[in-house]
């Protein structure tokens, strides 16, 4: 074997220094990672109570967050499922309507697994567009949630236990930031070491690649979007232990806020491109910056404004789009400047 | 090259077999009654014209596709059961379409759909190993943990072949693989097939390339209209012989016929143009001129006449189009279509074409303001305009009305060029123009080039394919590193000059 001819194509890295600069330019997280260190100077120095009053800001995180790990994985296979704000309302209704909160939470958790089946089935055997398919979910699984409670808010019939979920049990951390952490902690193992998971890029990336390989790309499909319907209803237990009461309403905001985490965080919406930490990342530069807008007296209409403003931002920031960008701009105003009407 | 380099003839017993394959697509026959079969150890070629239905009778084999009649074989036994059945049986294809995840490692891409697990986990040492020994086994170094989609257009190819190879399968399959290698990389790929060969691989090989084929292959198939035209050993044919077979007509490899050209005067020119991959390039091309742009791929060609016609960003230079006497310069892709400058890309199919729409409406499209009655397109002049281009740039069927996406490679790139000869270009830029495009179907439109350099369009072709580069050209600069190496004309350029120039002197590529 070591008498075969070799072929060398472009330049092979070999020392170390060379070898961690091109892991590192690997990585999809710098944008969001720039764009977190942005916020968390810009807080400090304006209203560092943000940090001060870490847990109120752990939690918002928490609850942008969970949402959007979830999510990510879908997008991560170039899907989308924008069910998972009603999955939330509706799994917390569910809960709250079991007067045994243990019973109550395995019904809910089983709601959103079904939901993410209902999901999966529309787009992977019957062929929807999951923009379209989850679409319509929404519309459902939100008129279910109003439907289910009546139309208002529905108490839990054990308050006790919810009281005392939402104490801290370590340090400051209450069991919906440690929730979030294991969910976190769950989901970056699958997709960077489970061979499942690891498969989300391929389907994402390249789906007739991932076909021709011989990888079951219908059930890492339905996988995905059970795993997002099941984080969503695992959101919505966790909103309703904390409230003591389960709101149709909820989770309105939560939808597109975690779209724009996982985008912030790097995650392209083509799919096969992102991370479960970039999600983190995202999760935590918006919740820093709702927290840090909020205590500071800005209008909740306003914040949304500044959302805006950072998710466009972080896109135009893009390593990839930014050099369009900058050689579109130029060439508009080069084109004013030098040209003649024909 | 010659007869003794090849392993002798049948060497082995039967490892694959195809019997009466018949595969329809709606009412069209891509296969029809066709059998074939191959011996391990033997290199069997396979070609025939575009839509000949070779991809097809591959995809069948490799288990992506069901036959509608006929049954596929392996060591006697029937395989059935989609492509999971195929890769277990031990047939890899590679396809012609890279079918790589950009996303994922170089080790990861060669081992997708077989990781190493351990208790569902990946095993990432053993995984980073067997992608390695694939790697070793053809030879070719590549940073395992390197994102394929940063990895160059020829080592992805090679990636791919590593990929099949890791598989350790008994049937290779290669559907058109040196199309996007340069003549060192093609005379390396088709060594290593041969080495691969005699420790008892059957190969499969589909390629336009005739040569190829006669240097590498055992026995050699010729499909025509989804139809088997026959088996024969290499040695009892000639390069003549099958193109005939190919094409079910006579017809003449005329390699080097140079047309007589009275160039005028300089319609295009490019002045230290810089850009990605480009250092500094002055470039004239005159009006009945055919200048041809030669290099290795990656040399920077594709960049540098995107740069010089505005459609990627150029950070230093001036390029200027003349017509009529005034000189105008381009500062964007929208001033060169607007002051007459037609462009055909090396992707036609993302690029060139929307292939959802018909084909009237895709040689309407750049002239939409010429078919306009205040701002409304007329369909009756739509109509008669596409299919007069259509007829003039040999479509078949010359049917305007059918969706793009629905030819063939070849007369793709005729509706490409069909839709620019609306607007009568003064400057015709061209990349790759017959890439994957089959042998009539690329004489045609070598025809059609030559045509419109006589009309006295500045002609510009970017083309890895010597012998097309040679044969059309009037002048040949080879571009290496993004930078003219070095500027060909007349008899001195030949495919020893062009490649010691592409390669930097020294090594000279075969091809």
């Keep these: 074997m070591n008498s075969t001819p070799t072929l060398s194509l472009g330049p092979a890295t070999t020392d170390r220094s060379a070898r961690l600069r091109a892991a590192l330019a690997r990585r999809t997280e710098w944008r969001g990672l720039a764009l977190l260190a942005v916020v968390v100077v810009a807080t400090l120095s304006f209203e560092p109570l943000v940090f001060t009053a870490y847990p109120v800001t752990l939690g918002r995180v928490a609850l942008i967050g969970l949402v959007a790990l979830g999510l990510t994985a879908v997008i991560l296979m170039g899907e989308l499922d924008l069910s998972v704000a009603s999955t939330l309302a509706v799994a917390g209704v569910v809960m709250a309507s079991i007067p045994n909160v243990a019973l109550g939470i395995v019904v809910a958790l089983c709601a959103g697994l079904l939901i993410g089946l209902v999901n999966a089935f529309f787009v992977v055997k019957v062929g929807i567009n999951s923009f379209i398919a989850t679409l319509g979910m929404l519309f459902v699984l939100r008129g279910l949630a109003f439907v289910l409670s009546g139309e208002k808010p529905v108490r839990m019939a054990d308050i006790e236990a919810g009281i005392a979920f939402g104490a801290p049990i370590i340090g400051p951390i209450t069991p919906r930031v440690l929730i979030f952490v294991l969910v976190f902690i769950g989901l970056q193992i699958f997709v960077t070491k489970v061979r499942a998971g690891r498969e989300f890029y391929a389907v994402g990336g390249n789906r007739q690649a991932a076909r021709d390989a011989g990888i079951p790309v219908s059930r890492r499909l339905v996988t995905g979007f059970m795993l997002s319907g099941f984080v969503a209803a695992l959101a919505g237990v966790i909103n309703t232990m904390e409230r003591t009461a389960a709101d149709p309403t909820a989770g309105s905001t939560v939808l597109l806020a975690s779209i724009a985490a996982a985008i912030i965080g790097g995650v392209a919406l083509t799919g096969g491109r992102g991370s479960i930490v970039g999600t983190l990342v995202g999760a935590l530069s918006l919740g820093i910056i709702e927290v840090g807008l909020t205590l500071s007296g800005v209008q909740v209409d306003v914040q949304q404004i500044f959302i805006g403003g950072v998710l466009l931002l972080a896109v135009i920031t893009d390593p990839a789009s930014f050099r369009a960008v900058v050689g579109n701009a130029r060439s508009f105003l080069s084109g004013r400047r030098g040209e003649t009407p024909a | ?511």
């Design chain 2, 1 to 511: 090259m010659t007869a003794d380099q090849t392993t002798p003839e049948a060497p082995g017993p039967v490892v694959i077999e195809a019997e009466s394959i018949v595969k329809r697509f709606g009412g069209a026959t891509a296969v029809d009654d066709v059998s074939i079969a191959v011996r391990s150890g033997e290199i069997h070629g396979l070609v025939g014209e575009n839509g000949a239905g070779k991809s097809t009778l591959m995809r069948i084999l490799a288990g992506i596709l069901t036959p509608d009649q006929g049954e596929v074989r392996v060591d006697g036994r029937p395989l059935t059961g989609g492509t999971r059945a195929a890769l277990d049986a031990g047939i890899a294809l590679v396809h012609q379409e890279l079918s790589l995840v950009p996303e994922l490692t170089t080790a990861e891409n060669i081992m997708l759909g077989a990781f190493p697990t351990r208790l569902g986990f990946t095993n990432a040492r053993q995984l980073r190993g067997v992608a390695a020994t694939a790697l070793r086994e053809i030879g070719v170094s590549v940073d395992l943990d390197e994102r394929v989609g940063r990895l160059s257009v020829a080592l992805r190819q090679f990636v791919e072949i590593a990929r099949a190879v890791a598989r350790k399968p008994r049937v290779l399959i290669l559907d058109e693989p040196t199309a996007t290698l340069t003549p060192a990389e093609t005379d390396y790929l088709l060594t290593m097939l041969q080495r691969l060969a005699e420790g008892g691989l059957a190969i499969i090989y589909i390629s336009h390339r005739i040569p190829e084929i006669f240097r590498i292959c055992d026995r050699v198939t010729v499909l025509r209209d989804g139809q088997l035209i026959g088996t024969t050993p290499i040695r009892a044919t000639t390069p003549a012989a099958l193109v005939d077979q190919m094409v079910g007509r006579e017809y003449k490899l005329d390699l080097q016929i140079r047309r007589e050209s009275t160039p005028g005067e300089v319609v295009l020119a490019a002045r230290g143009v810089r850009a990605h991959r480009v250092h500094g390039v002055d470039l004239d091309v005159r009006a009945g001129e055919i200048v041809g742009l030669g290099g290795l791929v990656g040399a920077g060609r594709t960049e540098l006449v995107r740069a010089m016609i505005g459609a990627d960003i150029r950070t230093a230079g001036r390029v200027t189009v003349t017509a009529h006497g005034r000189t105008r310069s381009i500062s964007s892709y929208q001033s060169a279509v607007r002051n007459g400058v037609a462009y055909v890309p090396e992707e036609r199919r993302t690029d060139g074409l929307a292939l959802t729409m018909s084909v009237a409406e895709n040689i309407a499209l750049p002239n939409r303001r010429r078919l306009a009655t205040g701002g409304v397109l007329r369909r009756s002049r739509v109509s008669a305009f596409a299919q007069r281009l259509a007829d003039s740039v040999g479509l078949r069927p010359p049917d305007i009305r059918k969706d793009a996406g629905d030819y063939s490679g070849g007369n793709q790139q005729k509706i490409v060029i069909a839709k620019w000869l609306g607007r009568n270009p003064k400057v015709i830029v061209l990349d790759e123009p017959t890439r994957g495009v089959d042998v009539g179907a690329k004489a045609e439109i070598h025809r059609l080039i030559r045509e419109l350099a006589d009309q006295g369009t500045a002609v510009l072709v970017v083309s890895s394919d010597l012998p097309e580069l040679l044969e059309l050209s009037d002048v040949i600069h080879v571009i290496r590193d993004g930078r003219i190496a070095g500027t060909l004309s007349g008899p001195e350029a030949d495919e020893r000059s062009v490649m010691s120039l592409a390669a930097g002197g020294g090594m000279v590529g075969k091809a």
